[in-house]
């Protein structure tokens, strides 16, 4: 059965509505074209500004890590450095001490030897004057012995006695503030004559001289008064005791002496000096270290 034809009035024309179709499919194409250019831009292709930018930005972030990691560093030298400054600090402070240390050791072992040599000189010196008192025991018992056999030798009987020999002042007189002590020089003695109540004699050797106690103590005291005086009573043969016994009180003690020569062998007799005789205490224990003469 033939088909009915359509009268021209009922066809509708689709060609204009699939331009429109595809004029709306290329818009969408060239959009999304135009979309997926820029994206590309974006992610890939940036501006020579943008690029500059983030190199700058790139630098600048390496450069704050570079110095981040100098600082870090430099806190680590720092602390090296006060550690190490705090370690010489303690060497420098036990190397003080120790100096000072081996200062004062050394200072002890000087003051140790001169102690030894001070003692080892005092020593010497007692040495010596032992050696004088041994000798001075040593003279007076000789002494004792030729003055007993004297005594026995010349024995006078009783009315033959020898006349005294008085000591008389010399000049004008003496002054009132002068005090006068005597010491008689016979042969190779010395005898000090009631300085201290009683008499003393000892031997006129320079030894003895120099290491008599009680002698050394008699000039000694009598050297306490610039007024005093020391007369020295000469008998024929004491001129050597004189000069020990002088030489010693005028150039060790400073003592103003004066000599005086007895004539014969009489007994001495001091009355006309009796305002003037000066008195000392007695002398120390016979044995003593004499002291030594002052300045």
Known sequence: MAKRRHSAKEEIL?????DILCSLIGVLVLFMSVLAVAQ????????????????????????IEEH???????????????KAQQDLQEKTDRYLKLRRLIDDAKNSKEQFQLAILKLQKQLDDLIVEIEGLKKQQEEQNKEKAQLMAEIESRKIPAD????????????????????????????GALQVLGAWGEDYRLGASPEVVVADVAYN?????????????????????????????????SSDYKIRVGKLP?????????????KYRGNIPKPPVAGAVPPKPAA
Not at 14 to 18: A, K, Q, S
Not at 40 to 63: C, D, F, H, M
Not at 221 to 249: C, H, M, T, W, Y
Not at 262 to 272: E, Q
């Open 14 to 18: 689709v060609v204009p509505f699939l």
């Open 40 to 63: 590309t831009k974006k992610a890939k292709g940036r501006t020579p500004e943008e690029l500059e930018r983030s190199q700058e930005y790139v630098k600048s972030t390496k450069k």
């Open 68 to 82: 981040k990691k100098k600082e870090e560093e430099a806190s680590k030298v720092a602390v090296e450095l006060q």
């Open 160 to 187: 033959k006695k020898i006349p005294p020999v008085v000591v008389q002042p010399s000049g004008a007189g003496m002054g009132d503030n002068v005090k006068v002590y005597f010491v008689e020089c016979n042969g």
């Open 217 to 249: 103590h008699f000039l000694r005291e009598v050297a306490k008064d610039p007024n005093s005086l020391i007369l020295f009573l000469i008998r024929d043969d004491g001129q050597g005791a004189f000069n020990n016994g002088a030489g010693r009180a």
């Open 262 to 274: 007895i004539p014969g062998r009489g007994k001495l007799d001091l009355a006309l000096f009796e």
